[in-house]
């Protein structure tokens, strides 16, 4: 069937793995979505029954006679009953001394301290297991897993942050529930990426699957996977329901203000469409700038600056790989045009670099902001996955920007993201990744992959079902890039819980009538997937001939498709303002 079983999956995920989740999927999220269910309805019925009792009984003494309530441990039963590992969410909650409450968001701050006590035990564990192997390859990936660590505690202390609240404010509003739940989906992803990155080494060799050091530390990041998991599920089964309710848990107001985050700046409200932006750094190759290098302007960013760095490469081809880690805030790097001013790599799996690596172009810290600049990985097809541009920035906006490679081009690896007027060009899986990621009026562009080979535009990751993260295409054209023979996808699932949509976009005719295909050859994905679309057009739009999964949607709803638009999905409403850019609410 179009060659595809001769590719095997490229190195993503393993196929027997795969199929074991799938026989899992349905019961486990039954069980989940019954238990939240129960949960909010106890908690709801707790609260009537309080006003009922003080609204009956007029008198003073009356008035300080408690509602009726929860005893704690049953509290944290409930509460723990909507996670996907309910006992590891017990049993480490209830070992700490100020377990004994019934209020949800108390036990919800609860299991972030045993997140952020697990996380401090293994943040050394990776080189200490590098230190034990010889082995450059093995070295390569648990330094992938120890920086992926680093990032977790990050993403958790960014959510223990978010809980501090003053007098007068309350944590249940929309804006930090879905803040909440962005850091944490990250973190899962993050570890989950560390997994990724270990299993990719049973490519190159079959013993590497057996290897003590790999497999001891996919033991010891057990725990902290499970109780991430549990922080997630509680604030986006518990938290999430109250805040929507309106149920107050201290009688605190909704925090007030514009809806803005505190790091956007009035200075930086057009910033993305001013003609003539003063820049902080300027890179020339030529000698004419500050500096010759983008590596070189990088280093003069300050760490974790409040305010916007602003970093202008003039044109021309400059050959470098640019990392800018979890310490780089706010930064704003602009060229002179998508095809004028290129930044270029090679690095590629087959080299020996571990995918996450490979990335000519990599940022992680939040506020990030590209324009006009064009981001290419030349390794070509034969070194299989080889990224352009990798991203887990959050609130990042890419205008104007082109990424260029063949398979794994885009990695919109984690947090919120948004593509507007963009060019992505590639092969197979080419936009992958776990971010919360919409793509608006971008030009996306298969191409012509190796003759054994099929291309897939999308494969995206989402391996938890809390995590509120998937890939949006919106008002997008999908046309071939060239002569393009291969068969080619809307995309396929990668991981259990994958999302993606396709909306309001040009399809050209190359596409496959079947539109999407399974990530196991001849294996319908889970019914947990969820992967739809919505008004599109052109010769390849037709749903007549498309699959018949469980979890796509060949015909969405305004309502099922308006979650996925930047309204709802990124709540750019909210933070898209203070960028500048183009953008469409809805």
């Not at 260029?404 to 885009?410: H, N, V």
């Not at 994905?525 to 498309?546: C, D, F, H, T």
């Amino acid at each position: 069937m179009d060659s595809v079983k001769s590719i095997k999956g490229y190195g993503k995920v393993d196929e027997a793995q795969d199929l074991e989740l799938k026989r899992k999927t349905r019961r486990r999220l039954i069980l989940i979505s019954v238990s939240a269910v129960v949960l909010v309805a106890v908690i709801i019925a707790g609260v009537i029954a309080g006003v009922v009792h003080s609204r009956r009984n007029n008198s003073p003494e009356s008035a300080l006679t408690p509602p009726p309530t929860l005893t704690p441990a049953a509290s944290l039963r409930t509460v723990c009953s909507v996670t996907r590992y309910p006992a590891s969410c017990i049993s480490s909650i209830s070992k700490l001394p100020s377990s004994n409450t019934t209020d949800p968001e108390v036990l919800f701050r609860l299991s972030l301290t045993v997140v952020v006590n697990e996380l401090a035990s293994l943040s050394d564990l990776p080189e200490r297991l590098a230190g034990e192997t010889g082995d450059d390859r093995i070295k390569s990936a648990i330094r992938v897993c120890g920086d992926l660590i680093e990032e977790a505690i990050d993403r958790l202390n960014d959510s223990v942050s978010a809980m501090d609240v003053g007098d007068g404010q309350q944590i249940l509003n929309s804006s930090k529930i879905e803040d909440l739940k962005t850091w944490l989906s990250a973190a899962v992803t993050d570890y989950d990426t560390c997994f990724d990155a270990l299993d990719e080494l049973a490519f190159n060799k079959t013993e590497y699957a057996n290897s003590t050091i790999v497999n001891s530390l996919k033991s010891a990041m057990k725990n902290s996977t499970e109780f991430t998991s549990n922080s997630l599920a509680i604030v986006s089964k518990i938290l999430k329901a109250l805040g929507d309710l309106g149920i107050p848990i201290h009688g605190r107001r909704l925090l007030a203000g514009d809806g803005f985050p505190a790091w956007v700046g009035q200075a930086e409200r057009r910033l993305l469409q001013a003609v003539d932006v003063r820049p902080d750094v300027t890179v020339a190759a030529d000698g004419s700038g500050d500096v010759k290098t983008v590596n070189e302007a990088v280093a003069k960013v300050p760490k974790k600056s409040k305010t916007r760095f602003v970093i202008y490469v003039k044109g021309g081809t400059y050959v470098e790989n640019v990392v800018m880690d979890k310490s780089i805030w706010n930064v704003m790097i602009y060229g002179d045009g998508k095809t004028k001013t290129i930044i270029s790599g090679s690095k590629n799996f087959i080299d020996g670099t571990p995918t996450y690596e490979t990335a000519t172009f990599a940022i992680q810290g939040k506020g990030f902001i590209m324009k006009d600049i064009g981001i290419i990985n030349t390794a070509g097809a034969a070194k299989h996955q080889a990224v352009a541009f990798r991203s887990g920035s959050d609130l990042s906006v890419y205008y104007r920007c082109s990424f260029d490679a063949f398979q794994d081009t885009l990695y919109p690896h984690s947090n919120r993201q948004f593509y507007r007027d963009c060019d992505v060009t590639g092969t197979i899986d080419f936009i992958f990744g776990n971010a919360a990621v919409v793509f608006q009026n971008c030009n996306i562009h298969p191409r012509q992959p190796l003759s054994n080979q099929f291309n897939t535009i999308t494969a995206q990751g989402k391996k938890d079902p809390n995590q509120n993260s998937g890939i949006s295409i919106q008002r997008c054209t999908i046309s071939a890039n060239g002569n393009v023979t291969a068969p080619t996808y809307l995309g396929r699932p990668w991981k259990e819980f994958s999302t993606t949509v396709i909306m309001q976009t040009e399809i050209a005719g190359f596409i496959k009538p079947a539109g999407w295909m399974s990530w196991v050859s001849g294996v319908d994905p889970p019914a947990s997937i969820l992967y739809g679309e919505y008004k599109n057009s052109g010769p390849g739009s037709s749903v007549a001939q498309r699959v018949k999964w469980a979890g796509y949607k060949p015909v969405m709803s305004d309502v099922e498709a308006g979650k996925f638009t930047v309204a709802s999905f990124l709540q750019g409403g909210e933070w898209l303002p203070g960028t500048g850019v183009a953008y469409q609410l809805s």
